[in-house]
């Protein structure tokens, strides 16, 4: 009885675990800040590349709308990146690739990027913007993209065929950089996973406290947890 109860217990873990890991394989399509954290010093310059992860769909472009603590970031500039995710068609008759950039707002940042192609677009995912910040005041300064499901006016990711927008909204990496007093000390950052099997929150200061991740690792924890107690309590009666 107990061997069989051990295997049980065995099996259940692996499935969970399992399932978590399926989770971060399948992760619906998503943009994601990359570095999503690190510690700077004021008045040093750094760069936060925007990601676009497909997640499995054929993708013709993407809106990134978002915020950014501008008492304590400068938006230096926002560029098209030179690896852009969608590929450059020479065959297009289009000639649409490529970003459009609004940075005209202070704390506020918005783009739209797309594939040259429709009928062929590009679904590999990779790289849109890129902002180039620098630190000013001390604190933890945060940038997040704004995000309803269901809601085509602010971020999102256009599928081809059939046409819809397929963000999840719940698996975007926003990002929180601590920023300190100025010294002669390299700029840190903390290595991105853009998985969503982990989950990252960092307080602002209203209070609210900013998701940069999935749950999917929060859940296996917590029925990992429970498991283990039930086993231990079915064990002590055999």
Known sequence: MKKTALLFNVFLIAGLVFGVSAKAVFAGPHLSLSPSSGNYNVGQEFDVIVNLDPGGEEISGADGK?????????LVSVTESSSLAFPDDPNSLEGVRGCDINEGEIGRFSFTCMSSNHLDPGSSG????????????IGTATVKFDCTQGLTTDSGITRNDPVGDVIVCGENVNGAYVIEAGSDTSPTNTPDSDSSDGTTETEEGDGELLQTGGVGA????ILFGFVSVASAVFLKFL
């Open 218 to 221: 929060t859940v296996g924890l």
């Open 126 to 137: 990779g790289q849109l913007v890129v902002f180039k910040f620098k630190a000013k005041a």
């Open 66 to 74: 978002g915020s950014y603590d501008s008492t304590r970031l400068e």
